[in-house]
C-alpha cells in the first residue's frame, strides 16, 4: 500500500510558478511509476505528466511540455511537479497517483492505471 499526500498549491499570477510535491508514506514507493493529474470545476480529471518508478522516463500531455517538469527522490519517497509560465486554464485540483503495478516499463496516462491517489492541492492562477 502507498498512501500520497501533496502540497505547494496556491494563488499563482499568471506566467508565474509552482512546484507541487507528493509525499509518499507505505512501502516500495520507488517501485511505482508516478503520475499528475488535475480536475478543473466541471471537467473530468485529466493526465498532466508521469514518470517511470527508476526516473528514466517522463512524458506529459501536450498542454504541459515545455513548461511541466516531474521528478522524484526516492530517498525521500517524493514526487514533484515543476509548473512554470502557467495560465488560467491551468487552474485545477491537482492529484499525485500511484501506478497500480510495480515496475512498469510503459508509462500509463489513464486513470483506471492508477491505484494510490492523494487527496489533492488547488492550484489557481489569476491576476
Known amino acids: 500500500q502507498v498512501q500520497l499526500v501533496e502540497s505547494g498549491g496556491g494563488l499563482v499570477q499568471p506566467g508565474g510558478s509552482l512546484r507541487l510535491s507528493c509525499a509518499a508514506s507505505g512501502r516500495s514507493f520507488s517501485s511505482y511509476n508516478m503520475g499528475w493529474f488535475r480536475q478543473a470545476p466541471g471537467q473530468e480529471r485529466e493526465f498532466v505528466a508521469a514518470?517511470?518508478?527508476?526516473?528514466?522516463?517522463?512524458t506529459y500531455a501536450d498542454f504541459g511540455k515545455g513548461r511541466f517538469t516531474i521528478s522524484r527522490d526516492s530517498a525521500k519517497n517524493t514526487a514533484y511537479l515543476q509548473m512554470n509560465s502557467l495560465k488560467l486554464e491551468d487552474t485545477a485540483v491537482y492529484y499525485c497517483?500511484?501506478?497500480?503495478?510495480?515496475?512498469?516499463?510503459?508509462?500509463?496516462?489513464?486513470?483506471?492505471?492508477?491505484?494510490?491517489w492523494g487527496q489533492g492541492t488547488q492550484v489557481t492562477v489569476s491576476s
Open positions: 514518470i517511470t518508478w527508476s526516473g528514466s522516463r517522463t
Open positions: 497517483a500511484g501506478d497500480r503495478l510495480r515496475f512498469r516499463e510503459d508509462i500509463a496516462r489513464r486513470l483506471y492505471e492508477y491505484n494510490y
